[in-house]
């Protein structure tokens, strides 16, 4: 201890209990409990606390993620890179090492820290890509070696954003990449703000499973259930959005491209079909239930472009609608529209379109193309 002028120096007044930024992520806060740093933690933008989620028995198990491995092995992993794309391009001379090994090592993209739900290597590397915000994707290996033709690439980026609650792409185009082909999506958000809804969303998905109990649900259809619940409780249709479309409106209009998002419904609480089928593939695949998101036509409840869920339980894939069990003005929720067989007839007032899952794999998800 310390003295001025015969009297003891006051001790240093420490905070007062509760989040302040988080001193090693600008990205978060962190709880302070009035004399230390807490483990708890929340995003600085949606304010949503990060929840520690336990996956249920029957969920399979999330890959572990390796620990960073040092400079001098990042540049190695470059340099091999180069190489490698040099390689697929077919711009290595026949004699150089690996080369003809190179031509066929499949890619698979860049590391993300969220989940991609796609159905073939293309679809997820897409995925990986756009997740990313790569603004420029590089697509030779797939054209020069797999010999998708544009058709195919383009049916690859119709399930690759349509599954993705995390890809904020509305179109792309077509480029040339040296010796080979390339493609540049339009991205509806910079990198930034597309981050942020994508920290914001997962962190909503993480805090809804904790709240639900998940990991206690006994079956995949107990768990279904409690996230249909959930988000026909929490949300509401965002009739504002459906009058803008209605009207006319594209994704250019802010109110409209959230109501497509899973962001819209878990983190504002109002989207339109799309946000509902988004926030529920977000859950269900976070829970370890297998799903998809559909796009198609309705007549019913509301009319036009819709879009629902199937998902898959005990070798069946089950439809799942919650925007259409979701009564907002009654105050309820039905179950009209939740597992029901793709042949029942309550469900002949939809017809499914082709665009939300690669050709070739239609069938496999109780579709044909």
């Known amino acids: 201890m310390t003295y001025q002028g015969g009297r003891p120096s006051a001790a240093p007044r420490l905070p007062e209990p509760g989040w302040l930024p988080d001193p090693s992520r600008t990205d978060l806060e962190r709880y302070w409990d009035g004399r230390s740093w807490t483990s708890r933690t929340r995003d600085r933008v949606s304010k949503l606390e990060r929840v520690a989620y336990e996956a249920p028995a029957w969920a399979p198990a999330r890959p572990r993620r390796r620990r960073h491995i040092g400079r001098w092995i990042a540049v190695a992993v470059t340099?091999?890179?180069v190489y490698g794309v040099a390689g697929y391009t077919g711009q290595l001379p026949s004699s150089a090492p690996l080369a003809d090994t190179l031509l066929h090592t499949r890619p698979t993209g860049p590391t993300v820290q969220y989940p991609v739900f796609g159905s073939n290597d293309l679809v997820r590397y897409l995925e990986r890509s756009m997740v990313a915000q790569e603004a420029s994707i590089d697509i030779s290996y797939w054209v020069n070696v797999e010999g998708y033709t544009t058709a195919g690439i383009t049916d690859a980026m119709y399930e690759a954003s349509t599954q993705n609650p995390y890809v904020f792409?509305?179109?792309?185009?077509?480029?040339?990449?040296?010796?080979?082909a390339g493609l540049e999506p339009v991205y509806i958000y910079s990198a930034e703000v597309a981050e942020g809804r994508r920290v914001a969303t997962q962190a909503a998905v993480e805090a809804a499973l904790a709240k639900l109990g998940i990991t206690d649900a006994t079956t995949p259809q107990d768990a279904a259930k409690l996230i249909h619940d959930y988000i026909a409780h929490t949300a509401t249709y965002d009739f504002v959005a459906y009058d803008e479309i209605q009207a006319g409106a594209t994704s250019d209009s802010p109110r409209v491209q959230q109501s497509q998002e899973a962001y819209g419904i878990l983190v504002?609480?109002?989207?339109?079909?799309n946000g509902y089928a988004h926030a529920f593939q977000a859950l269900a695949q976070a829970a370890g239930l297998q799903s998809v998101v559909v796009t198609g036509t309705a007549t019913g409840l509301t009319t036009g472009s819709h879009a629902w869920n199937r998902v898959l339980l005990d070798g069946d894939w089950l439809t799942i609608d919650v925007n259409w069990d979701d009564n907002d003005f009654e105050g309820s929720t039905d179950h009209e529209f939740f597992l029901i067989d793709n042949n029942d007839p309550v469900l002949g007032t939809r017809t499914a379109d082709l665009y939300w899952m690669v050709d070739e794999n239609l069938g496999e998800y109780g579709a044909s193309a």
């Open 79 to 81: 340099a091999a890179i």
């Open 268 to 273: 504002a609480g109002t989207a339109v079909c």
């Open 169 to 180: 792409a509305g179109g792309w185009g077509f480029t040339s990449i040296g010796g080979g």
